[in-house]
């Protein structure tokens, strides 16, 4: 039972380069999200996504970023013409299923990948 | 808005003492979830526990409990009989129903450092 897989582990990219960050989510997961963490701070939501869909790019810098979740395949996360700035390290998470808290209901845990992280030189 | 505050960039402890981290939030949602995450040196986000916002008990996870106040917005991990391996940065977090349920806000996080 694979937990959420993201590659590459390690991606160095020059300046002006595209950055593809991929992520698989836990088997039987249909809900992805993409989080940034900069050094010593921590992680900022990107956006969030069902297959074929996304709901939530809030998070999300308006240019050079974009997501998907295909209905086959992992979700990716794309940067077009990195700069330096985009040097995090960048987390992908799953969950089964939105649950919306009622009265005593959980919300549902998601679980995260083990990040990528992205070095702009 | 939602918000997180973790006082504390630094924590020392000696090994096999017990350890309060402090997180304190702020959300007008009357429905939430509060976590908390270890993130070792090799970088992966651990789950370790949750918190209902209307769970009447203090989450427990082995050594891990939450000291959830209400009333006074705060959610304290504490780490009972610390280990060496314990030294790591740990993140508080919240969802909520204004976030959708499914945006989940950080802290700054909190280096806890175990000393032999």
């Known amino acids: 039972n694979a937990g959420v897989m993201q590659n590459p582990r390690h991606l160095v990219r020059r300046r002006g380069q595209e950055a593809r960050l991929r992520c698989s989510p836990m088997?039987?997961?249909?809900?992805v999200y993409w989080y940034r963490q900069l050094p010593e701070e921590g992680l900022k939501f990107m956006v969030y996504l069902q297959k074929e869909n996304i709901i939530d790019e809030s998070g999300m810098p308006k240019e050079r970023f974009s997501a998907e979740f295909p209905k086959e395949g992992p979700s990716i996360l794309r940067i077009q013409q990195v700069v330096r700035g985009d040097s995090a390290a960048y987390f992908c998470?799953?969950?089964?299923?939105?649950?919306?808290?009622?009265?005593?209901?959980?919300?549902?845990?998601?679980?995260f990948g083990q990040g990528t992280r992205l070095t702009v030189v | 808005a939602q918000k997180i505050t973790q006082t504390q960039p630094g924590m020392f402890v000696q090994e096999k003492e017990a350890v309060t981290l402090d997180c304190t939030y702020d959300t007008s949602d009357q429905s939430y979830g509060l976590f908390w995450y270890k993130q070792p040196s090799s970088g992966e986000m651990i789950f370790l526990i949750y918190?209902?916002?209307?769970?009447?008990q203090n989450a427990t996870e082995g050594r891990y409990s939450l000291n959830f106040q209400k009333a006074r917005k705060s959610a304290n991990l504490v780490i009972s009989a610390s280990q060496l391996g314990d030294s790591a940065m740990y993140f508080c977090a919240m969802r909520g129903r204004n976030t959708g349920g499914f945006k989940t806000i950080f802290g700054a996080g909190t280096r806890l450092f175990v000393k032999a």
């Open positions: 918190q209902g916002s209307y769970d009447e």
């Open positions: 088997k039987g997961h249909s809900h």
């Open positions: 998470a799953s969950s089964s299923k939105l649950i919306i808290q009622g009265t005593g209901a959980s919300l549902t845990e998601a679980f």
